[in-house]
C-alpha cells in the first residue's frame, strides 16, 4: 500500500470489534489509515460506534464459533492483521464456553494460517497468573509460572498453548497480550469492583466493597487500546506474550483519588484488610511493551477524573472541573 508516515496502509480484521476494547481501538488503526473490517455479532453496536468514522470501518455479522464466518471474513478483507478480542468474562455453560474461547480462537488462528494472515493477535488476560500470594510481593512477568484456575483464567491459559502450537508447527507470527485490570465508564464484565468505585460516586450513588485493601493493576481502556493498535500493527514483536501492567492500586487508595474529585463520594468498605491475600496478580511487570513499543500510560489521577467526568455526561449531569 503507499506510504504514509513510514508506515504501510494495512488490511486489519477486528473480531469481536464493537466490544469495550475494540470500540477504543478501532478508531485508532482508522486514524492511522489503516482499512479496517470490524467482525462481531453485534451489528447494530458495531454499526453505532463507528458511524463517526464514515467508510474507513466496514462492519460485517460473523458468529466467531463458526469457521466459515471467520475464514470469510479473512477472505473478504484481506486480511494482513487479525486480531480476535471475542470472549466472555465470568463462567459460562462449559460447552458454551469452549466454543465461543477455545473452538473460537482456533478458528481465527487457522483462519490466518490459510490464508496467509501476516501477524495475528489476541487477548489473553493477567488473569492467567492467578493469585499475587502465589508470587509472593514481586513483580510478575511473562515468564512466570501461570495459576488461575476460573473457567475464563484456564481458558485463556489454553489458548496461550494454542497459539503456542499454531507457531510451533507453521512458524506463524502470533502474539499474546495479557491485559490487566481495564477500567472505563462502560465496562460491565470482569473486574468491576475498581469501575464502580469511580462510576457510581459519579452518579451521586453509595458504593460498598468488603475490603479496602482489595488490590487491582489498573489500566484505562484508552491506553489499552493504544498498546494493542502498536503491537498489532508490528510486523513481529521481539516477543510471543506481553502483560500491559498498568497502575497497582487498593480499592481504599482508589477511593481517595474519587473523593479529591468528587470530595462528597460515599464509598465504603466492611474491612479495612483482608483483601491484599485474596487479590488476584496485581505486582506486574511491564517493561517489554514500554521498552519496545515506547507504551505510556496516562496518569491514574486524570483518568479517574475523565472517568467521573463521562459518567456524568452519560447521565446529564454537568462534568467537574
Not at 128 to 133: D, I, K, M, T, W
Not at 207 to 225: N, Q
Not at 231 to 243: E, S
Not at 282 to 311: A, C, M, S, T, Y
Request: charge should be neutral; include cysteine; charged fraction near 25%.
Amino acid at each position: 500500500g503507499p506510504e504514509r508516515g513510514g508506515a504501510q496502509h494495512m488490511s486489519i480484521l477486528v473480531v469481536g470489534g464493537a466490544g469495550f476494547i475494540g470500540r477504543r481501538m478501532i478508531p485508532i488503526l482508522a486514524a492511522a489509515g489503516h482499512d479496517i473490517t470490524c467482525m462481531d455479532i453485534d451489528v447494530a453496536t458495531a454499526s453505532a460506534a463507528f458511524a463517526s468514522l464514515g467508510g474507513k470501518v466496514k462492519v460485517v455479522r460473523g458468529d466467531v464459533t463458526q469457521f466459515d464466518d471467520v475464514i470469510g471474513a479473512v477472505q473478504e478483507s484481506r486480511a494482513e492483521r487479525l486480531i480476535n478480542l471475542s470472549y466472555f468474562i465470568g463462567d459460562l455453560a462449559p460447552h458454551v464456553a469452549f466454543k465461543l474461547e477455545l473452538q473460537g480462537m482456533d478458528n481465527c488462528f487457522e483462519a490466518a494460517r490459510r490464508l496467509g494472515v501476516r501477524h495475528t493477535v489476541f487477548a489473553s488476560s493477567v488473569a492467567v497468573s492467578g493469585q499475587q500470594s502465589r508470587f509472593g510481593e514481586r513483580l510478575v512477568d511473562e515468564s512466570d509460572e501461570r495459576y488461575g484456575e476460573s473457567q475464563y483464567a484456564v481458558n485463556k491459559i489454553i489458548n496461550e498453548w494454542q497459539a503456542h502450537d499454531y507457531r510451533r508447527a507453521y512458524g506463524m507470527t502470533i502474539t499474546c497480550i495479557r491485559p490487566a485490570n481495564v477500567t472505563g465508564p462502560d465496562k460491565k464484565f470482569g473486574s468491576i469492583d475498581h469501575v464502580n468505585c469511580m462510576c457510581q460516586p459519579a452518579r451521586g450513588k453509595p458504593v460498598t466493597f468488603p475490603y479496602a485493601d482489595t488490590m487491582r493493576c489498573v489500566i484505562h481502556v484508552e491506553d489499552m487500546a493504544e498498546a494493542m493498535a502498536r503491537v498489532l500493527l508490528a510486523d513481529k514483536p521481539r516477543h510471543t506474550t506481553y502483560n500491559s501492567g498498568g497502575v497497582t492500586i487498593s480499592l481504599g487508595e482508589l477511593a481517595v483519588l474519587v473523593r479529591e474529585v468528587l470530595p462528597d463520594a460515599d464509598i465504603r468498605f466492611e474491612a479495612a484488610t483482608g483483601g491484599r491475600e485474596k487479590s488476584g496478580n496485581f505486582l506486574i511487570d511491564n517493561r517489554r511493551l514500554v521498552e519496545e513499543f515506547g507504551v505510556q500510560l496516562k496518569p491514574l489521577r486524570q483518568r479517574v477524573r475523565e472517568v467521573i467526568n463521562d459518567v456524568r455526561v452519560a447521565e446529564g449531569l454537568p462534568p467537574v472541573a
